[in-house]
Protein backbone atom coordinates (compact mmCIF):
# COMPACT_ATOMS: atom_id res chain seq x y z
CA UNK A 1 0.00 0.00 0.00
CA UNK A 2 1.55 3.28 -1.18
CA UNK A 3 1.29 6.11 1.04
CA UNK A 4 0.70 9.93 0.56
CA UNK A 5 1.55 12.90 2.46
CA UNK A 6 -1.37 14.88 4.05
CA UNK A 7 -1.49 18.57 4.93
CA UNK A 8 -4.82 18.01 6.24
CA UNK A 9 -3.59 15.25 8.68
CA UNK A 10 0.51 15.05 8.85
CA UNK A 11 0.26 12.80 11.94
CA UNK A 12 -2.51 10.77 11.23
CA UNK A 13 -0.10 9.81 7.55
CA UNK A 14 2.97 9.53 9.63
CA UNK A 15 0.98 7.02 11.98
CA UNK A 16 -0.29 4.62 9.13
CA UNK A 17 2.37 4.67 7.45
CA UNK A 18 4.68 3.33 10.58
CA UNK A 19 2.18 0.85 10.72
CA UNK A 20 2.55 -0.31 7.42
CA UNK A 21 5.88 -0.27 7.21
CA UNK A 22 6.77 -2.08 10.41
CA UNK A 23 4.05 -5.03 9.30
CA UNK A 24 6.49 -5.18 6.73
CA UNK A 25 9.29 -6.38 9.16
CA UNK A 26 10.19 -9.88 9.29
CA UNK A 27 9.59 -10.88 12.98
CA UNK A 28 11.35 -14.01 12.89
CA UNK A 29 14.45 -14.41 15.72
CA UNK A 30 15.04 -17.88 14.33
CA UNK A 31 17.96 -18.11 13.35
CA UNK A 32 17.75 -21.23 11.04
CA UNK A 33 15.49 -19.30 9.00
CA UNK A 34 18.53 -17.34 7.87
CA UNK A 35 20.58 -19.98 7.26
CA UNK A 36 17.97 -21.75 5.10
CA UNK A 37 17.37 -18.59 3.24
CA UNK A 38 21.02 -18.66 2.77
CA UNK A 39 21.04 -22.26 1.74
CA UNK A 40 18.55 -21.39 -1.32
CA UNK A 41 20.56 -18.26 -2.29
CA UNK A 42 21.53 -17.73 -5.83
CA UNK A 43 25.46 -16.55 -5.39
CA UNK A 44 26.31 -13.66 -8.20
CA UNK A 45 29.41 -12.05 -8.81
CA UNK A 46 28.47 -9.10 -6.77
CA UNK A 47 28.49 -11.00 -3.81
CA UNK A 48 32.21 -11.02 -3.94
CA UNK A 49 31.99 -7.38 -2.18
CA UNK A 50 31.55 -9.26 1.08
CA UNK A 51 34.98 -10.94 0.57
CA UNK A 52 36.69 -7.69 0.43
CA UNK A 53 34.23 -6.51 3.55
CA UNK A 54 35.69 -9.45 5.14
CA UNK A 55 39.26 -8.64 3.89
CA UNK A 56 38.90 -5.50 5.26
CA UNK A 57 37.36 -6.07 8.48
CA UNK A 58 39.96 -9.14 9.61
CA UNK A 59 42.50 -5.97 8.99
CA UNK A 60 41.31 -3.34 10.89
CA UNK A 61 40.35 -6.06 13.75
CA UNK A 62 44.12 -6.95 13.71
CA UNK A 63 45.84 -3.83 14.36
CA UNK A 64 43.20 -2.18 16.18
CA UNK A 65 44.86 -0.97 19.78
CA UNK A 66 41.19 0.01 21.63
CA UNK A 67 39.50 -2.30 22.60
CA UNK A 68 42.58 -4.74 23.03
CA UNK A 69 42.44 -8.88 22.53
CA UNK A 70 40.33 -10.59 23.18
CA UNK A 71 37.51 -7.67 24.18
CA UNK A 72 37.82 -6.84 20.38
CA UNK A 73 36.84 -10.20 19.28
CA UNK A 74 33.13 -9.02 20.67
CA UNK A 75 33.16 -7.17 17.65
CA UNK A 76 32.90 -9.58 14.27
CA UNK A 77 30.55 -12.02 16.84
CA UNK A 78 27.91 -9.20 17.69
CA UNK A 79 27.73 -8.67 14.54
CA UNK A 80 27.69 -12.42 13.18
CA UNK A 81 24.79 -12.72 16.09
CA UNK A 82 22.77 -9.91 14.16
CA UNK A 83 23.01 -11.30 10.86
CA UNK A 84 21.66 -14.80 11.99
CA UNK A 85 18.76 -13.10 13.56
CA UNK A 86 16.52 -12.66 10.95
CA UNK A 87 14.67 -8.95 12.74
CA UNK A 88 18.07 -7.72 13.07
CA UNK A 89 19.47 -9.51 9.77
CA UNK A 90 17.25 -7.09 7.91
CA UNK A 91 19.05 -4.03 8.96
CA UNK A 92 22.52 -4.77 10.03
CA UNK A 93 23.01 -6.57 6.02
CA UNK A 94 21.89 -3.73 4.03
CA UNK A 95 23.94 -1.61 6.40
CA UNK A 96 27.22 -3.48 6.06
CA UNK A 97 29.51 -0.39 3.71
CA UNK A 98 27.96 2.00 6.91
CA UNK A 99 29.58 -0.27 9.67
CA UNK A 100 33.07 -1.00 6.92
CA UNK A 101 33.03 2.90 6.63
CA UNK A 102 33.14 3.37 10.82
CA UNK A 103 35.70 0.77 11.34
CA UNK A 104 37.61 2.01 8.94
CA UNK A 105 37.47 5.35 10.59
CA UNK A 106 37.89 5.00 14.38
CA UNK A 107 40.86 2.11 13.71
CA UNK A 108 42.74 3.84 11.06
CA UNK A 109 44.37 5.94 14.11
CA UNK A 110 46.31 2.37 14.86
CA UNK A 111 48.44 2.49 11.55
CA UNK A 112 51.76 2.75 12.57
CA UNK A 113 53.06 6.12 11.20
CA UNK A 114 55.93 4.81 9.69
CA UNK A 115 54.00 2.64 7.28
CA UNK A 116 51.63 6.61 6.26
CA UNK A 117 52.00 8.42 3.53
CA UNK A 118 52.94 11.73 3.65
CA UNK A 119 50.80 14.52 4.45
CA UNK A 120 50.55 16.68 1.87
CA UNK A 121 50.08 20.73 3.16
CA UNK A 122 50.92 22.26 0.03
CA UNK A 123 49.13 20.74 -2.84
CA UNK A 124 45.40 21.96 -1.97
CA UNK A 125 46.14 25.51 -2.00
CA UNK A 126 47.78 25.16 -4.94
CA UNK A 127 45.59 23.28 -6.92
CA UNK A 128 43.13 25.84 -5.67
CA UNK A 129 44.79 28.67 -7.10
CA UNK A 130 45.61 26.95 -10.41
CA UNK A 131 42.10 25.40 -11.15
CA UNK A 132 40.31 28.77 -9.46
CA UNK A 133 42.67 31.40 -9.83
CA UNK A 134 42.79 32.06 -6.23
CA UNK A 135 42.76 30.57 -2.72
CA UNK A 136 38.73 31.04 -2.12
CA UNK A 137 38.67 29.16 1.32
CA UNK A 138 40.76 31.93 2.25
CA UNK A 139 39.44 34.68 1.03
CA UNK A 140 35.84 33.23 2.43
CA UNK A 141 37.37 33.55 5.78
CA UNK A 142 39.02 36.88 6.11
CA UNK A 143 35.59 38.53 7.68
CA UNK A 144 33.68 36.62 10.05
CA UNK A 145 31.04 38.28 12.33
CA UNK A 146 29.05 36.05 15.04
CA UNK A 147 25.57 36.13 12.70
CA UNK A 148 27.74 34.06 9.89
CA UNK A 149 29.18 31.72 12.46
CA UNK A 150 25.94 30.78 13.56
CA UNK A 151 24.33 30.64 10.09
CA UNK A 152 27.75 28.42 9.06
CA UNK A 153 27.47 26.09 12.43
CA UNK A 154 23.17 25.45 11.79
CA UNK A 155 24.09 22.92 8.72
CA UNK A 156 27.40 21.82 9.46
CA UNK A 157 27.29 21.37 12.77
CA UNK A 158 23.53 20.51 13.24
CA UNK A 159 22.21 19.32 10.48
CA UNK A 160 24.80 17.68 8.49
CA UNK A 161 24.59 14.88 11.33
CA UNK A 162 20.77 14.13 11.55
CA UNK A 163 19.72 14.35 8.22
CA UNK A 164 20.70 11.11 7.20
CA UNK A 165 18.52 9.81 10.12
CA UNK A 166 15.74 11.80 8.87
CA UNK A 167 16.01 10.88 5.52
CA UNK A 168 16.50 6.60 6.24
CA UNK A 169 13.25 7.50 8.26
CA UNK A 170 11.20 8.67 5.41
CA UNK A 171 12.74 6.81 2.82
CA UNK A 172 11.33 3.69 4.82
CA UNK A 173 7.87 4.51 5.41
CA UNK A 174 6.82 6.05 2.45
CA UNK A 175 9.13 4.92 -0.16
CA UNK A 176 9.57 1.01 -1.47
CA UNK A 177 11.78 -1.06 0.50
CA UNK A 178 14.22 -1.43 -2.16
CA UNK A 179 15.06 2.80 -2.15
CA UNK A 180 16.00 2.25 1.90
CA UNK A 181 18.59 0.08 1.09
CA UNK A 182 20.21 1.66 -1.67
CA UNK A 183 20.65 4.98 0.03
CA UNK A 184 22.11 3.02 2.79
CA UNK A 185 24.78 1.07 0.48
CA UNK A 186 25.67 4.59 -1.54
CA UNK A 187 25.90 6.22 1.87
CA UNK A 188 28.25 3.46 2.82
CA UNK A 189 30.19 2.94 0.12
CA UNK A 190 30.76 6.71 -0.63
CA UNK A 191 31.85 7.12 2.74
CA UNK A 192 34.23 4.13 2.75
CA UNK A 193 35.56 5.12 -0.58
CA UNK A 194 36.00 8.80 0.91
CA UNK A 195 38.23 7.30 3.94
CA UNK A 196 40.07 5.04 2.05
CA UNK A 197 41.61 8.05 -0.06
CA UNK A 198 42.23 9.93 3.06
CA UNK A 199 44.09 7.58 4.72
CA UNK A 200 46.08 7.20 1.28
CA UNK A 201 46.23 11.12 0.47
CA UNK A 202 46.27 12.65 3.57
CA UNK A 203 45.78 16.30 2.83
CA UNK A 204 46.20 19.25 5.45
CA UNK A 205 42.91 21.57 5.92
CA UNK A 206 42.95 25.39 6.08
CA UNK A 207 43.13 25.21 9.75
CA UNK A 208 46.75 24.00 9.35
CA UNK A 209 47.60 26.73 7.07
CA UNK A 210 45.86 29.22 9.71
CA UNK A 211 48.08 27.93 12.46
CA UNK A 212 51.27 26.32 11.15
CA UNK A 213 51.77 27.80 7.62
CA UNK A 214 52.60 25.60 4.84
CA UNK A 215 55.30 23.73 7.24
CA UNK A 216 55.10 19.77 7.00
CA UNK A 217 52.94 18.57 8.99
CA UNK A 218 53.46 15.45 11.11
CA UNK A 219 50.86 12.42 12.43
CA UNK A 220 51.46 13.59 16.14
CA UNK A 221 49.64 17.08 15.24
CA UNK A 222 45.92 17.18 17.15
CA UNK A 223 43.03 17.95 15.18
CA UNK A 224 41.63 22.00 15.60
CA UNK A 225 37.86 22.57 15.94
CA UNK A 226 39.09 25.61 12.78
CA UNK A 227 36.11 28.23 12.82
CA UNK A 228 34.20 25.90 15.26
CA UNK A 229 35.98 27.21 18.13
CA UNK A 230 34.31 30.13 17.75
CA UNK A 231 30.95 28.95 18.34
CA UNK A 232 32.37 26.86 21.43
CA UNK A 233 33.21 30.56 23.11
CA UNK A 234 30.11 32.12 21.98
CA UNK A 235 28.45 29.39 24.04
CA UNK A 236 30.62 28.43 26.54
CA UNK A 237 31.75 25.11 26.15
CA UNK A 238 34.49 23.26 24.74
CA UNK A 239 32.69 20.86 22.83
CA UNK A 240 33.99 21.18 19.04
CA UNK A 241 37.74 21.47 19.90
CA UNK A 242 37.67 18.44 22.53
CA UNK A 243 35.77 16.63 19.53
CA UNK A 244 38.44 17.55 16.98
CA UNK A 245 41.50 17.38 18.86
CA UNK A 246 40.65 13.43 19.22
CA UNK A 247 39.41 12.80 16.05
CA UNK A 248 41.02 9.71 14.42
CA UNK A 249 41.57 11.28 10.94
CA UNK A 250 43.12 14.49 11.01
CA UNK A 251 44.31 14.95 7.56
CA UNK A 252 41.30 13.99 5.51
CA UNK A 253 40.42 17.28 3.63
CA UNK A 254 39.87 15.76 0.59
CA UNK A 255 37.43 14.94 -0.54
CA UNK A 256 34.63 16.42 1.47
CA UNK A 257 32.51 13.89 3.06
CA UNK A 258 30.47 17.07 4.39
CA UNK A 259 29.80 18.23 0.43
CA UNK A 260 29.43 14.27 -0.20
CA UNK A 261 27.15 13.67 2.11
CA UNK A 262 24.95 16.97 2.05
CA UNK A 263 24.85 16.70 -1.83
CA UNK A 264 24.08 12.54 -2.05
CA UNK A 265 21.21 13.50 0.53
CA UNK A 266 20.10 16.38 -2.21
CA UNK A 267 19.62 14.17 -4.95
CA UNK A 268 17.65 11.14 -3.17
CA UNK A 269 15.05 13.92 -1.80
CA UNK A 270 15.05 15.66 -5.32
CA UNK A 271 14.26 12.22 -6.75
CA UNK A 272 12.06 10.89 -4.40
CA UNK A 273 10.04 14.13 -4.05
CA UNK A 274 9.45 15.93 -6.49
CA UNK A 275 9.18 20.11 -5.73
CA UNK A 276 12.37 19.74 -3.04
CA UNK A 277 14.47 20.72 -4.95
CA UNK A 278 14.88 24.46 -4.18
CA UNK A 279 14.79 24.03 -0.74
CA UNK A 280 17.43 20.89 -0.36
CA UNK A 281 20.09 22.73 -2.81
CA UNK A 282 19.73 26.46 -0.91
CA UNK A 283 20.88 24.09 1.74
CA UNK A 284 23.67 22.32 0.03
CA UNK A 285 24.47 25.51 -1.00
CA UNK A 286 25.23 27.19 2.50
CA UNK A 287 26.90 23.70 3.50
CA UNK A 288 29.53 24.09 0.73
CA UNK A 289 30.23 27.79 1.99
CA UNK A 290 30.24 26.98 5.86
CA UNK A 291 32.59 24.17 5.21
CA UNK A 292 35.14 26.86 3.78
CA UNK A 293 33.89 29.75 6.13
CA UNK A 294 34.88 27.42 9.17
CA UNK A 295 37.97 26.63 7.84
CA UNK A 296 37.55 22.40 7.51
CA UNK A 297 37.60 22.34 3.37
CA UNK A 298 39.24 24.16 0.16
CA UNK A 299 36.93 24.54 -2.55
CA UNK A 300 38.40 21.59 -4.50
CA UNK A 301 37.61 19.78 -1.48
CA UNK A 302 34.35 20.52 -1.90
CA UNK A 303 34.11 20.05 -5.44
CA UNK A 304 35.49 16.42 -5.03
CA UNK A 305 32.99 15.27 -2.45
CA UNK A 306 30.38 16.73 -4.79
CA UNK A 307 31.58 14.98 -7.92
CA UNK A 308 31.89 11.33 -5.85
CA UNK A 309 28.31 11.65 -4.03
CA UNK A 310 27.32 11.85 -7.82
CA UNK A 311 28.95 9.14 -9.01
CA UNK A 312 27.64 6.84 -6.66
CA UNK A 313 24.35 8.03 -6.70
CA UNK A 314 24.40 7.38 -10.43
CA UNK A 315 26.12 4.31 -9.99
CA UNK A 316 23.99 2.24 -7.09
CA UNK A 317 20.43 4.00 -8.18
CA UNK A 318 19.03 0.82 -9.64
CA UNK A 319 16.98 0.79 -12.17
CA UNK A 320 13.65 -0.16 -10.37
CA UNK A 321 14.01 3.68 -8.92
CA UNK A 322 15.55 5.23 -11.72
CA UNK A 323 12.38 6.81 -13.31
CA UNK A 324 10.31 10.20 -12.04
CA UNK A 325 9.36 9.61 -8.17
CA UNK A 326 11.92 6.24 -7.80
CA UNK A 327 9.24 4.48 -9.87
CA UNK A 328 9.92 3.12 -13.87
CA UNK A 329 7.26 3.58 -16.13
CA UNK A 330 6.05 0.26 -16.52
CA UNK A 331 2.73 -1.28 -18.74
CA UNK A 332 -0.06 -2.15 -17.59
CA UNK A 333 0.52 -5.94 -17.36
CA UNK A 334 3.23 -5.23 -14.56
CA UNK A 335 1.17 -2.30 -12.63
CA UNK A 336 -2.61 -4.50 -12.90
CA UNK A 337 -0.92 -7.83 -12.48
CA UNK A 338 -2.11 -8.73 -16.07
CA UNK A 339 -0.99 -12.32 -17.55
CA UNK A 340 0.85 -12.22 -20.75
CA UNK A 341 -0.59 -12.90 -24.39
CA UNK A 342 -0.91 -16.22 -25.15
CA UNK A 343 0.01 -17.94 -27.92
CA UNK A 344 -1.52 -19.80 -30.69
CA UNK A 345 -4.26 -19.05 -32.66
CA UNK A 346 -5.81 -18.24 -36.39
CA UNK A 347 -2.10 -17.00 -37.15
CA UNK A 348 1.28 -16.55 -35.31
CA UNK A 349 0.51 -14.38 -32.10
CA UNK A 350 2.91 -11.86 -33.19
CA UNK A 351 2.16 -12.11 -36.78
CA UNK A 352 -1.75 -11.14 -35.46
CA UNK A 353 -0.64 -8.50 -33.24
CA UNK A 354 1.47 -7.01 -36.05
CA UNK A 355 -1.63 -7.29 -38.91
CA UNK A 356 -4.27 -5.90 -36.29
CA UNK A 357 -2.79 -3.11 -34.52
CA UNK A 358 -3.02 -0.36 -37.08
CA UNK A 359 -6.90 -1.04 -36.93
CA UNK A 360 -7.95 -2.35 -33.67
CA UNK A 361 -7.81 -0.19 -30.57
CA UNK A 362 -9.79 -2.65 -27.48
CA UNK A 363 -10.67 -1.52 -24.31
CA UNK A 364 -9.20 -2.56 -20.92
CA UNK A 365 -12.86 -2.67 -18.52
CA UNK A 366 -14.58 -5.66 -18.04
CA UNK A 367 -14.18 -9.06 -16.66
CA UNK A 368 -10.89 -10.81 -18.18
CA UNK A 369 -11.67 -14.41 -19.26
CA UNK A 370 -10.50 -16.23 -22.27
CA UNK A 371 -12.57 -15.58 -25.35
CA UNK A 372 -13.47 -17.68 -28.06
CA UNK A 373 -13.75 -16.65 -31.91
CA UNK A 374 -16.57 -17.31 -33.65
CA UNK A 375 -16.96 -16.86 -37.81
CA UNK A 376 -19.92 -15.56 -38.46
CA UNK A 377 -20.00 -17.82 -41.89
CA UNK A 378 -20.31 -21.10 -40.60
CA UNK A 379 -18.51 -22.68 -43.72
CA UNK A 380 -15.54 -20.63 -42.51
CA UNK A 381 -14.63 -23.42 -39.87
CA UNK A 382 -14.43 -26.08 -42.48
CA UNK A 383 -12.04 -23.53 -44.50
CA UNK A 384 -9.69 -23.39 -41.40
CA UNK A 385 -10.02 -27.59 -40.63
CA UNK A 386 -12.01 -26.27 -37.26
CA UNK A 387 -15.53 -24.90 -36.28
CA UNK A 388 -13.86 -22.52 -33.39
CA UNK A 389 -10.51 -20.22 -33.49
CA UNK A 390 -9.11 -19.09 -30.23
CA UNK A 391 -7.29 -15.52 -30.27
CA UNK A 392 -6.11 -13.30 -28.16
CA UNK A 393 -5.91 -9.56 -29.37
CA UNK A 394 -3.36 -7.09 -28.55
CA UNK A 395 -4.56 -4.38 -26.03
CA UNK A 396 -3.27 -1.63 -26.93
CA UNK A 397 -1.61 0.12 -30.20
CA UNK A 398 2.08 0.88 -29.33
CA UNK A 399 3.84 4.11 -30.61
CA UNK A 400 5.90 1.77 -32.79
CA UNK A 401 3.17 0.24 -34.45
CA UNK A 402 3.41 -2.89 -32.93
CA UNK A 403 0.39 -4.52 -30.79
CA UNK A 404 2.67 -5.71 -28.42
CA UNK A 405 3.36 -4.03 -25.21
CA UNK A 406 6.46 -5.81 -24.11
CA UNK A 407 6.16 -8.83 -25.73
CA UNK A 408 2.47 -8.83 -24.03
CA UNK A 409 -1.39 -8.15 -25.18
CA UNK A 410 -4.51 -7.95 -23.46
CA UNK A 411 -6.93 -10.16 -23.51
CA UNK A 412 -10.20 -9.45 -24.64
CA UNK A 413 -13.28 -9.26 -22.52
CA UNK A 414 -16.33 -10.14 -24.89
CA UNK A 415 -16.51 -12.73 -28.27
CA UNK A 416 -16.24 -10.24 -30.72
CA UNK A 417 -19.86 -12.16 -32.59
CA UNK A 418 -21.03 -10.95 -29.07
CA UNK A 419 -21.15 -7.78 -30.98
CA UNK A 420 -23.32 -8.37 -33.70
CA UNK A 421 -27.02 -8.15 -33.69
CA UNK A 422 -28.15 -11.76 -33.33
CA UNK A 423 -30.76 -11.33 -35.98
CA UNK A 424 -28.22 -10.25 -38.47
CA UNK A 425 -26.17 -13.30 -37.99
CA UNK A 426 -26.74 -15.56 -41.16
CA UNK A 427 -24.37 -17.23 -43.99
CA UNK A 428 -22.94 -14.35 -46.40
CA UNK A 429 -23.61 -11.33 -43.94
CA UNK A 430 -21.06 -9.15 -44.08
CA UNK A 431 -19.85 -6.68 -41.27
CA UNK A 432 -19.28 -3.78 -43.84
CA UNK A 433 -22.58 -4.66 -45.13
CA UNK A 434 -22.08 -5.44 -48.60
CA UNK A 435 -24.35 -8.48 -49.72
CA UNK A 436 -21.67 -10.03 -51.79
CA UNK A 437 -19.31 -10.38 -49.15
CA UNK A 438 -18.20 -13.54 -48.16
CA UNK A 439 -15.56 -15.09 -46.56
CA UNK A 440 -14.10 -16.90 -47.33
CA UNK A 441 -13.83 -14.59 -50.71
CA UNK A 442 -14.95 -16.42 -53.34
CA UNK A 443 -11.98 -16.84 -56.13
CA UNK A 444 -12.36 -15.16 -59.51
Not at 25 to 49: C, E, G
Request: proline share 7%; hydrophobic share 45%.
Amino acid sequence: MAFRMNTSGPLRTFISAFYAAAGRLDKSVSPLDTIARLQAHTFVKSDAIYIFHIILAIFWLTIMGVPSFPSKLLIPILYVTALLIPFTSQFFLPATPIFAWLLAFYTNRFIPSDLRPAVHVVLLPTLESVLYGANVSDILTRFTHPILDIIAWLPYGVIHYTYPLILSLLLWLFRPPLALKTWAKTFGYMNLTGVLIQILIPCAAPWYEVIYGLTPATYNIPGSAGGLARIDALFGSDGYQTAFSNSPLVFGAFPSLHAGWATLGALFITHFWDGSGRYVWTYVGVLYWSTMYLTHHYLIDVVGGACMATAFFYFFIPDELRGPGGQVARSKYDQYDLEARRPGGLMGADEFASDTAESVDFSDEGEEERIMYRSPNPNAGQFQGQSQVQLDAPSKKSSGGSGSANGRTHRHTASIASLIRADERAEGWSPIGIKSFVFPPNSR
